[in-house]
């Protein structure tokens, strides 16, 4: 499989395993300024979009708007970091790319982490994000919600929530190695436990109890993988073959498929969890984040 990789990929697995890993196992105090730092050093942003500091819904944010931006897309972004950690900054070279490749702007939220602030504070957060965009005059058809790992979980229990209280609902989601079940149960937490370049089954089940405030870890509040998955938008999800969340991935597409939603599933064999964050250094990133901007683009409105 790493045979087919590019020289690039072959090279930054390792450098992001001997880099990464150890940070994600952290406890937060220590994860959330080395992000910072690690992600100055290996994310890149494009020329041509600007990078915008804005607040939204009483939190901070960043806007990302390109240069050549096509219409009025707006992909609005929830970031990865188990929960625990990460912020718009750690995400932000590759959510400019993101932004270029779609043509459209990307706004991301700063939602409240755990330990601090456990389950419901992000989603309280993120859902009112989404009624300040569409109170700014956003049309929903103009609207993806997108993002990675736990930002993957936000996303899609975000889309749950809108969906159960009746607000508008989005015209797709991107699913990015998406963290649907909290309880790890998928076969892969033992078959790809030696292989993932960045998590630790050990660490996952950590911040997933840090988390949940108590809920069990099955809840569909927090596992959206046992949740009803009818009436959602189109969806793209992007998986690594060599990550313990992959199961996450390949039945949420088999599960959401059988509930009637359209869904579109990548799954790249010889990858790590969220490379799309190498964009600009690795031609498989660089490729995973034209498909997500052909996605968007594709969408109907």
Known sequence: M??????RARLFGPV?????????????????????RIAGLITRIPRGVTVE??????????????????????????????????????????????????????????????????????????VAGWQALLAQGLQPADLVIGGDSAGGNLALVTAIALRDRGLPQASGLVLLSPWTDLSSSGSSMGTRAERDRLLTVRGIDRAARQFAGGLPLTDPRLSPLFAKLDCLPKTLIQVGDDEVLLDDSLRLAEAASKAGVDVTLEHRLGLWHVWQV????????????????????????
């Not at 150890?22 to 910072?36: D, F, G, I, S």
């Not at 190498?278 to 409105?301: K, N, T, Y």
């Open 2 to 7: 790493t045979d087919s990789l590019s020289l």
């Open 16 to 36: 992001s395993q001997f880099l990464l890993q150890p940070v994600l196992a952290a406890p937060a105090e220590q994860m959330r300024p080395k992000l910072e």
């Open 53 to 126: 500091p804005i607040t939204l819904a009483g939190r901070p944010a960043e806007k990302l708007t390109p240069k050549d931006r096509a219409g009025t897309q707006v992909i609005y972004y929830l970031h990865g970091g188990a929960y625990l950690g990460g912020s718009p900054r750690t995400h932000r070279g590759m959510l400019a790319h993101i932004a270029k490749a779609a043509a459209a702007t990307v706004i991301a939220i700063d939602y409240r982490l755990a330990p601090e602030h456990p389950y419901p504070a992000a989603l309280d957060d993120a």
């Open 278 to 301: 190498m964009a600009g250094w690795m031609p498989e990133a660089d490729q995973s984040i034209a498909a997500i901007g052909a996605f968007v683009r594709g969408l109907p409105r």
